[in-house]
């Protein structure tokens, strides 16, 4: 098979590199399969160029929550190369296990917090939003403490003013990064302030294990 992993598409190179590790990451687990990454904006190669070079069989959105790219974009590019492949659902919903395990990383390094606050990048789309704040609550039954929602654009409360809020309301406040990578939008959480700021998803073995599992039931 030829399967596509599609990210949002960053000029940081942090980002770029974490694209590069999950399609090698997944390819090392399905050597008899092609596997080829490209971006939905930004940065090339984009999702048509991939797709009319060459048919796939599987499109895998790398995204945490189903916007405008996951629900728009992406399937209209596969219904302008003749819409052969099969798109499966992003990977966000599942990848709440591995948020838990940045949360340990980050706590060894700079002690446990009272409660903590998901700092995502954003979306304008209600469903998008709503499905950040489920891995939220996701999160808060995994680790028995408060988590709430703070976005960085396009949606409120905004990641300062919920870090102030749970500073207020519980103390020492941990801000859990719902993003795949380092750049502009972790940066943004770096700057607000939490006592503790978890390291991006990135090629988390949970990641990988979800992008298997899609292409599986794909």
Do not use: K
């Not at 990451?25 to 904006?41: G, K, Q, R």
């Not at 709503?130 to 960085?152: H, N, Q, S, Y």
């Amino acid at each position: 098979m030829r399967i596509v992993l599609v990210g949002h598409g960053t000029a940081h190179p942090a980002g770029q590199q974490v694209g590069r590790r999950i399609t090698e990451a997944v390819a090392a687990a399905l050597p008899a399969d092609e596997i080829v990454w490209a971006w939905a904006d930004v940065v090339e190669p984009r999702l048509d160029a991939v797709l009319t070079a060459a048919p796939a069989d599987v499109v895998v959105p790398i995204f945490l929550a189903s916007g405008y790219h996951v629900r728009t974009d992406i399937p209209s590019v596969i219904n302008s190369v003749g819409g052969r492949c099969r798109l499966t659902p992003a990977v966000g919903p599942d990848l709440v296990p591995a948020l838990r395990d940045r949360l340990t990383e980050a706590e060894a390094r700079h002690g446990r917090v009272d409660a903590l606050v998901l700092g995502a990048a954003g979306s304008s789309r209600a469903d998008a939003v709503a499905e950040v704040v489920a891995a939220a609550d996701r999160l808060a039954e995994l680790i028995d403490r408060p988590v709430t929602t703070g976005f960085v654009s396009a949606a409120t409360p905004r990641v300062d003013a919920a870090v102030a809020q749970v500073r207020a309301a519980y103390g020492r406040v941990g801000l859990v990064s719902w993003l795949l990578a380092e750049g502009h939008f972790h940066d943004q959480l770096c700057a607000v302030g939490a006592d503790l700021v978890t390291a991006p998803i990135a090629d988390h073995p949970v990641l990988i294990e979800t992008v298997l599992d899609r292409i599986g039931v794909a």
